[in-house]
């Protein structure tokens, strides 16, 4: 170590050479070797290398390295300026991995958490909830959306990220604010067995009836992928609306002929679903059922029309 000290400042040092030296020091970052780091900064030896201040910082925070992330910051380093555009910030870093001590830091040196764009939906996403419990306390916006449309609870949502998703629905994450497809709907989509997700959701007063840009119903997906009975009962206890149609025509109770779901279709018909609604080509839901093969669910579809019709008379 100390003859790449000796050797850095002289005015012939090598491409070659500098690129070890390089290498060298990226390592000691990203192992958090504070004293081979410290041994540069301290004679600002860092400055003449190819790889700049801020990304050594970046580094730092992407791996953990906390103890050098500090003698960074000691050094004045930026802890908010990019080297380019595509690089990232080291909180961004630091947030996206889940590195604590190292977003604890960086906030600590004044990191605008407004700078590092995406940093709450990045940790969000990665279900870091003790980061996103920080990013929050720290100011970050918990509703705003990122340049796909989505925000933070979709993320967790999305993710089925339930420590996160509560520490976004404890600082008032707004879960019915328009995003891409909604953060309801997207744990529909993605939770077929955690009927947990949306428990927490509807306690929020999540918007059960939000379409999708395609206009599709909630209901509709949690049917049609195969999501859980709980979480079928979970939306019509919400009021869902169990006769609205998806852009194909179908209701809930179509798509529970279509793959078979005995059971979901007895809870929509208790829910009072119409057993007469057409789908395309005038298909009701018993003849879903049939053209599937589906027949003892085609049967009973058909019984508890016959039944509607007999008690309508």
Known sequence: MQALLE?????????????????????????????????????????????????????????????????????KVSVNVNQCPSTETPLLMAAAQGHLSCVLLLLAAKACVHAAKGCLHRASMEGHAKVVECLARASANVNMPDRVGHTPVYYAAAGLHEPTLQVLLDARADVNKPTYAGALL????????????????????????????????????????????????????????????????????????????RSTAHLLVRAKANMRAEAGAGSTAAAVARQNNHFELAEYLDAQEVGTRVCKV
């Open 186 to 261: 997207s744990a529909a989509l993605c939770s077929p067995r955690r009927p947990s997700v949306f428990r927490l959701l509807l306690g929020a007063r999540a918007d059960v009836n939000m379409q999708t840009p395609d206009g599709d119903m909630a209901l509709n997906l949690a049917v049609m992928q195969r999501c859980s009975d709980a979480v079928v009962k979970l939306m019509l206890r919400a009021k869902a609306d169990v006769n609205a149609t998806s852009r194909i025509g179908f209701t809930a109770l179509h798509y529970a002929a279509r793959f078979d779901r």
């Open 7 to 75: 050797v850095l400042p002289s005015c012939d040092t090598s491409s070659r050479q500098m690129s070890k030296v390089t290498c060298a020091l990226a390592a000691a970052v990203r192992n958090d070797h504070v004293s081979v780091v410290g041994a540069f900064v301290s004679r600002r030896l860092h400055l003449s290398l190819p790889m700049t201040s801020p990304s050594l910082l970046s580094l730092a925070a992407r791996h953990g390295s906390v103890h050098v992330a500090a003698v960074l910051v000691a050094a």
